[in-house]
Structures are given as C-alpha cells and as structure tokens.
Nanobody
C-alpha cells in the first residue's frame, strides 16, 4: 500500500482544513487508516483512525472538531479539521495497518504516507 497525504496549509485559528489521503494497493479497503500528527519538539500522536467498516476513534484533543471518513471506492481517507487551534500546528501523516482492532501506537502501523504541514496562526 502506498499512501499520499495532501491538503495542508496555513489557516487562521478558528478556520478549517480538509486533509486527504490517497491510497494505492489492494488491501486498502480492509485496512484501518489513521491520521497522526507531530508538532515541533513533540512526539507523534494519533489524531483519529477509522476501521475498514467505518468505525472511528479520536484523540480527546480533537473530539468534536475533527472528523475522519473514508471512501473505499476511491481509496481515499479524509480528515476534516474545524475550529483549528494554534496547538494543532503539526505535520500530519496518514498511515494504514491491517487490523480490525483500534491501534493507537504509530509503530504498529505498516504503511505511511509523506506528511503534510498544517500551520494554524493565532
């Protein structure tokens, strides 16, 4: 599976962005996909993940603001980010793992895309 993340940019606090993750590979529709972020000087953290059948999990810091979704026909996963805060500033990565259970540890994910930078100004 190859993943390609896009959609990052510069936005003011309170604004919105939608990140996209395009996947290639036959297992994508059966894989769990997660969005991770890594801010300056911080550890990588899972932001949200979605199972192959659409069940979602979110980090507490983004609940109610971010929405993850997927389109298994187009092999796309999206992260809609609303009410952005300066602390959301980070490089965002999409990743995939062949698992039916929720996996928060990024080290367990098998496939990674390149990051896309999100900068939220105050």
């Amino acid at each position: 599976v190859q993943l390609q993340a896009s959609g990052g940019g510069l936005v003011q606090a309170g604004g919105s962005l939608r990140l996209s993750c395009l996947a290639s590979g036959s297992i994508f529709s059966r894989a769990r996909v997660g969005w991770f972020h890594q801010g300056p000087g911080k550890q990588r953290e899972m932001v949200a993940s979605i199972s192959s059948d659409g069940r979602t999990t979110y980090a507490d810091s983004v609940k109610g603001r971010f929405t993850i979704s997927r389109d298994n026909v187009e092999d796309m996963v999206y992260l809609q980010m609303n009410s952005l805060k300066p602390e959301d500033t980070a490089v965002y990565y999409c990743a995939a793992v062949r698992s039916k259970i929720v996996i928060v540890n990024g080290d367990m994910y098998e496939y990674w895309g390149q990051g896309t930078l999100v900068t939220v100004s105050s």
